[in-house]
């Protein structure tokens, strides 16, 4: 919860203190950055905390071989996108006020992708509170006390907080994990399932790489259609909104290795409760929030981000059940991923995606932001369908 709180409040900061394009640049470097790390990295985040969980049950060759895999695939495929993105950019093919920001988003990725990596491995072994803190929580209050010491008003001035909070939780990480590591390379034996590995990460990232470019379509498509400052309104409501999923993003860090292990000795009882558990907790946490952000639109707007960005209130309502319905239907994405399900989730995923680019491409120049915001919402409900069914299926099948 802090470190959501940490982010919304140094975003909400730096609009505050930043002109709309200066801010728009930011959040496009941000944005662009979790892009190329989550796809980039070949679906292996989601992989390394279902297996690492499980590692009790595989030998010591074959961990020491999955811990070394984790790490050399994702940093060349990173390698391999940063200058496949820095040639497109030498061409000059891209305008210039989103060409800054992308080589902004290129130098983030890199402590991003190694903090991400560890922070699975910090979820996985039995450390969820330590891998939240020191990935998110720690990084984002240094951010966000960079933001306010040093009174920042450019771009440039932004991201190198940004980078330098991530680096300084990357050591802590670094840190705290490498006796784990190091106990594990320590092992004379080592075996590798490449192949195996490789197929499962690819459907992951087929899914989680759906729902993240969902989220990002702001970068996408709103930045290059109808401009840097409507892209900043739209992602202004966007992290308003966002409160709705905090319950549930958070749930899932502490409850995902659980299931993971649950599947695993088929204890379906467990699996059910945990759902069943989340559930709840997310309804309980949902109402008040959602009942202001209904009830309380421009005053939300005006209050925490300025006048300049009122306009977002007229599309806040369609946000807040996106993300109601996100909300209900995280519990059981997180399910599918550890228990075996990659296939339904990745299909679900870029289902939704598909219609969301598709309505997108041909609301957004119509409609702008709110015909952007329409396409959303439609977009979720399938998605929010297609992940239900398969999942409630698995678990009758347990």
């Known amino acids: 919860m802090l470190a959501r709180v940490a982010s919304i409040f140094s975003l909400i900061y730096a609009a505050r203190l930043m002109e709309p394009k200066e801010y728009a640049g930011l959040v496009y470097a941000i944005g662009l950055s ?48 940063v200058v496949f993105i820095g040639l497109i950019l030498c061409l000059g093919s891209v305008p210039a006020p989103i060409s800054i920001a992308v080589v902004y988003a290129l130098i983030l990725s890199a402590p991003l992708l190694l903090v991400q990596i560890l922070r699975e491995y910090m979820v996985s072994y039995k450390s969820p509170v330590a891998s939240v803190v020191l990935s998110e929580t720690v990084p984002l209050m240094v951010m966000l006390l960079l933001f306010v010491a040093l009174k920042i008003e450019t771009m440039g001035a932004a991201i190198a907080c940004v980078f330098v909070s991530q680096i300084f939780g990357l050591l802590l990480q670094i840190y705290v994990m490498m006796p784990y590591f190091k106990e594990a390379y320590t092992n004379r034996h080592i075996e590798y399932r490449t192949v195996e590995w490789a197929k499962l990460a690819g459907l992951t990232v087929i899914g989680y790489g759906g729902r993240l470019l969902m989220d990002r379509m702001d970068t996408l498509m709103i930045a290059p259609m109808v401009g840097m400052e409507k892209m900043a309104i739209f992602n202004s409501t966007s992290k308003i909104a966002a409160v709705v999923l905090l319950m549930s993003i958070v749930l899932i860090q502490f409850y995902s290795p659980h299931v993971a292990r649950a599947f695993r000795v088929s204890d379906s009882e467990s699996l059910r409760k945990i759902i069943c558990r989340q559930m709840l907790l997310i309804t309980l946490a949902l109402f008040p929030v959602v009942m202001v952000l209904f009830l309380y639109p421009v005053d939300v707007m005006v209050f925490i981000f300025g006048a300049r960005y009122q306009e977002g209130a007229n599309i806040l309502w369609l946000s807040v059940i996106s993300n109601i319905l996100l909300a209900y239907a995280l519990p059981f994405s997180s399910f599918l991923l550890m228990a075996d399900g990659e296939r339904a989730y990745a299909a679900a995923s870029f289902l939704g995606l598909v219609v969301y680019a598709i309505l997108c491409w041909i609301l957004i120049p119509l409609n702008g932001i709110y015909g952007a915001s329409i396409s959303l919402l439609i977009a979720t409900v399938i998605m929010f369908i297609f992940l239900i069914k398969p999942a409630l299926s698995k678990m009758q099948v347990i």
């Open 34 to 81: 979790q892009i190329i790390v989550h796809l980039g990295s070949l679906g292996w985040f989601n992989l390394i905390r279902k297996e690492s969980s499980r590692f009790e049950f595989h030998s010591a060759a074959l961990v020491k071989g999955f811990i070394i895999r984790s790490f050399q695939l994702p940093v060349f495929s990173i390698l391999f996108v």
